[in-house]
Protein backbone atom coordinates (compact mmCIF):
# COMPACT_ATOMS: atom_id res chain seq x y z
CA UNK A 1 0.00 0.00 0.00
CA UNK A 2 1.63 3.11 -1.50
CA UNK A 3 1.51 5.84 1.21
CA UNK A 4 3.03 9.82 1.48
CA UNK A 5 2.66 10.66 5.12
CA UNK A 6 3.06 14.90 5.48
CA UNK A 7 4.39 16.36 8.92
CA UNK A 8 5.58 19.40 10.75
CA UNK A 9 3.35 22.35 9.22
CA UNK A 10 1.38 24.79 11.64
CA UNK A 11 0.95 28.10 12.62
CA UNK A 12 3.87 30.36 12.31
CA UNK A 13 4.86 34.36 12.63
CA UNK A 14 6.24 36.20 9.66
CA UNK A 15 10.20 35.45 9.23
CA UNK A 16 9.73 32.43 10.80
CA UNK A 17 10.89 28.63 10.25
CA UNK A 18 9.20 25.07 9.63
CA UNK A 19 10.55 21.99 8.43
CA UNK A 20 8.40 19.95 6.76
CA UNK A 21 8.86 16.08 6.18
CA UNK A 22 6.93 13.39 3.87
CA UNK A 23 7.06 10.15 4.94
CA UNK A 24 7.00 7.24 2.06
CA UNK A 25 6.49 3.33 2.23
CA UNK A 26 4.85 0.90 -0.16
CA UNK A 27 7.18 1.97 -3.52
CA UNK A 28 11.07 2.25 -4.06
CA UNK A 29 11.45 5.65 -2.77
CA UNK A 30 15.04 5.99 -4.76
CA UNK A 31 13.22 5.36 -7.78
CA UNK A 32 11.17 8.31 -7.32
CA UNK A 33 11.19 12.15 -8.26
CA UNK A 34 9.81 13.96 -5.41
CA UNK A 35 8.58 17.02 -4.76
CA UNK A 36 6.26 19.54 -2.57
CA UNK A 37 3.78 21.09 -3.89
CA UNK A 38 1.20 23.64 -2.22
CA UNK A 39 -2.28 25.46 -2.83
CA UNK A 40 -3.63 28.50 -1.25
CA UNK A 41 -7.35 29.08 -1.09
CA UNK A 42 -8.72 29.53 -4.37
CA UNK A 43 -5.48 29.06 -6.24
CA UNK A 44 -4.62 26.45 -8.02
CA UNK A 45 -2.06 24.05 -6.95
CA UNK A 46 1.69 24.89 -7.78
CA UNK A 47 5.25 23.31 -7.60
CA UNK A 48 7.24 24.88 -4.93
CA UNK A 49 10.69 22.41 -5.08
CA UNK A 50 11.73 19.12 -6.46
CA UNK A 51 14.53 16.79 -6.54
CA UNK A 52 15.32 14.01 -9.10
CA UNK A 53 16.41 10.67 -8.57
CA UNK A 54 20.13 11.91 -8.97
CA UNK A 55 19.57 14.70 -6.83
CA UNK A 56 18.96 17.39 -9.17
CA UNK A 57 16.79 20.52 -7.79
CA UNK A 58 14.45 22.60 -9.14
CA UNK A 59 12.49 25.67 -6.90
CA UNK A 60 9.90 28.19 -7.61
CA UNK A 61 11.17 31.35 -8.32
CA UNK A 62 8.69 32.57 -5.30
CA UNK A 63 10.81 30.33 -2.71
CA UNK A 64 14.01 30.24 -3.98
CA UNK A 65 16.74 31.07 -1.41
CA UNK A 66 14.36 31.15 1.08
CA UNK A 67 13.16 26.85 1.13
CA UNK A 68 15.25 24.28 0.46
CA UNK A 69 14.36 20.54 -0.64
CA UNK A 70 16.62 17.55 0.67
CA UNK A 71 15.66 13.78 0.76
CA UNK A 72 17.18 10.52 2.24
CA UNK A 73 16.40 7.45 0.73
CA UNK A 74 17.74 5.40 3.45
CA UNK A 75 15.00 6.43 5.19
CA UNK A 76 12.26 7.31 2.52
CA UNK A 77 11.88 10.65 3.65
CA UNK A 78 11.81 13.71 1.69
CA UNK A 79 12.27 17.42 3.57
CA UNK A 80 11.39 20.92 3.05
CA UNK A 81 13.35 23.57 5.14
CA UNK A 82 11.24 27.02 4.93
CA UNK A 83 13.00 29.95 6.55
CA UNK A 84 11.89 33.47 6.17
CA UNK A 85 8.22 32.62 5.61
CA UNK A 86 5.83 34.84 4.81
CA UNK A 87 2.12 35.15 4.91
CA UNK A 88 1.92 34.66 1.05
CA UNK A 89 3.38 31.21 1.89
CA UNK A 90 0.22 30.18 3.65
CA UNK A 91 -1.61 27.02 2.03
CA UNK A 92 -1.74 23.17 2.69
CA UNK A 93 1.75 21.45 1.37
CA UNK A 94 1.28 18.38 -0.57
CA UNK A 95 4.33 15.81 -0.90
CA UNK A 96 4.30 14.18 -4.24
CA UNK A 97 6.16 11.28 -5.91
CA UNK A 98 6.72 10.88 -9.62
CA UNK A 99 8.24 7.96 -11.76
CA UNK A 100 8.60 8.73 -15.30
CA UNK A 101 8.69 5.16 -16.23
CA UNK A 102 4.70 3.56 -15.84
CA UNK A 103 3.51 7.37 -14.95
CA UNK A 104 3.65 6.48 -11.66
CA UNK A 105 1.97 9.84 -9.37
CA UNK A 106 1.26 9.61 -5.91
CA UNK A 107 0.08 12.30 -3.53
CA UNK A 108 -0.11 13.07 0.41
CA UNK A 109 -3.01 14.07 2.29
CA UNK A 110 -1.21 17.74 2.78
CA UNK A 111 0.17 19.58 5.69
CA UNK A 112 -1.30 23.14 6.89
CA UNK A 113 1.09 25.82 6.98
CA UNK A 114 -0.11 29.27 8.01
CA UNK A 115 2.02 32.04 8.66
CA UNK A 116 0.55 35.06 10.51
CA UNK A 117 1.10 37.52 13.37
Known amino acids: QVQLVESGGGLVQPGGSLRLSCAAS????????MSWHRQAPGKERELVAR???????NYADSVKGRFTISRLNANNIVYLQMNSLKPDDTAVYYCNAFRTYGELNYWGQGTQVTVSS
Open 26 to 33: GFTFSSFH
Open 51 to 57: IGIFGSI
